[in-house]
């Protein structure tokens, strides 16, 4: 089976070699050198990243991720082409199901903060790839949300999430429903069909794991 977590990091290190290290992403506060230098803390320094969930390490992330960032643009998106091979998210198997996400939502950040951008046309295996993740996304990103979604993706299937209440219908491709659950609303090509308070709720909800 194609290894599409590899494909999606080696497409977004080739797009950000070509764009340079300020290019912006749709990240807010984040230019391409600072992504880039997210994606290398997360694989290489699993004691600054563990500040993603933990409060009291972020100063410690921050410091780090900055030195990082500091560093030559092309060596910095090497060691995002490369990664280290002592690390558990080298592992085949473990790398598809941790980077899959990680990378695809990233290479879109950069990808939709250009001009005119569309929507790729993935190939099945990864639109389904996607798809197997897009449940235990929606059950955490959701799980408080005062609604009872019903997720659908046309030919792939559908899911439940939500606290529960009045219902709303999410409808996307699998790629779209992840990045409408991460965080990315606003550039997500993602239908909702409900009551127009909770629908206009959940767009701009804080949405993510």
Do not use: C
């Not at 995002?80 to 950040?109: I, K, Q």
């Not at 009045?166 to 429903?177: A, H, I, Y």
């Not at 659950?181 to 993510?208: E, H, I, M, S, Y």
Request: hydrophobic fraction near 45%; aromatic fraction near 6%.
């Amino acid at each position: 089976m194609p290894r599409y977590a590899d494909t999606e990091r080696q497409s977004l290190a080739d797009l950000l070699l070509a764009l340079g290290p300020d290019a912006p992403t749709i990240i807010p506060e984040w230019a391409t050198r600072d992504l880039a230098a997210h994606l290398v803390v997360r694989e290489r320094r699993p004691d600054a990243a563990a500040g993603t969930m933990l409060p009291p390490l972020r100063g410690h992330l921050a410091r780090v991720q900055a030195a990082v960032a500091g560093k030559p643009f092309p060596a910095l998106v090497d060691l995002v082409r490369r990664p280290p091979r002592w690390s558990p998210l080298a592992l085949p198997p473990v790398a598809e199901l941790a980077n899959l996400m990680e990378f695809f939502v990233h290479h879109e950040d950069v990808r939709r903060a250009l001009p005119d951008w569309q929507p790729r046309e993935l190939p099945a295996d990864q639109r389904a790839a996607l798809w197997k993740r897009v449940p235990t996304l929606a059950r955490l990103s959701l799980r408080r949300f005062p609604a009872a979604l019903l997720i659908q993706a046309p030919e792939h299937g559908e899911t439940g999430a939500g606290a529960g209440g009045d219902q709303v219908r999410m409808v996307g491709s699998p790629g779209e429903l992840m990045m409408f659950l991460f965080g990315r609303q606003r550039v997500a090509r993602v239908q909702l069909v409900g009551p127009p308070a909770l629908t206009d709720r959940l767009r701009t909800a804080k949405l993510g794991v």
